[in-house]
């Protein structure tokens, strides 16, 4: 019995020991990875800039700023530039990207900044929840990357 036990203990600590090392290899970044999440991370970091600057086009006509046509020529490319490029982080992320198709949804609710301008209070601040969520999960997306780089560095 004793060496049933001695054998079963012996066989969990050899098991330990392979996930550990199994665990220790494949914590290691590949170069190839390590580039793409790179990448990732000054692709949302640019993306950051710009759905910042989306979101005071959007912000300053809801405060009382005036509609002119130049004002919406201006907001419709930087919205469809927002478009594009989210598609790029999300083709370039993939499982990495947190809540990625709720932009979609909050591009389609900010039709045009005369639509933003007759917006009740209420549904304005959902819409700017809406946006602040995506910053959030941006920014929560971009700290998990960094920290998976920071790790391996210090390993």
């Not at 549904?123 to 920071?150: A, C, P, S």
């Amino acid at each position: 019995m004793r060496a049933m036990a001695r054998s079963a203990q012996d066989l969990r600590r050899l098991f330990l020991n392979m996930a550990a090392t199994k665990k220790s290899a494949s914590t290691a970044i590949p170069p190839k990875e390590r580039e793409h999440l790179e990448e990732c991370v000054a692709a949302i970091k640019s993306f950051i800039e710009l759905w910042v600057q989306f979101y005071w086009s959007f912000r300053r006509i809801f405060s009382g700023d005036t509609v002119t046509v130049q004002k919406e020529l201006q907001f419709l490319q930087l919205k469809s530039e927002v478009a594009r490029r989210h598609q790029y982080l999300y083709d370039l992320l993939g499982n990495l990207y947190i809540d990625g198709a709720y932009i979609t949804d909050l591009l389609r609710k900010v039709v045009n900044l005369e639509k933003i301008s007759h917006t009740q209070k209420e549904n304005y601040y959902k819409v700017e929840k809406g946006w602040h969520t995506v910053l959030i999960n941006l920014n929560d997306t971009l700290i998990t990357i960094q920290f998976r780089m920071d790790q391996e560095d210090k390993s």
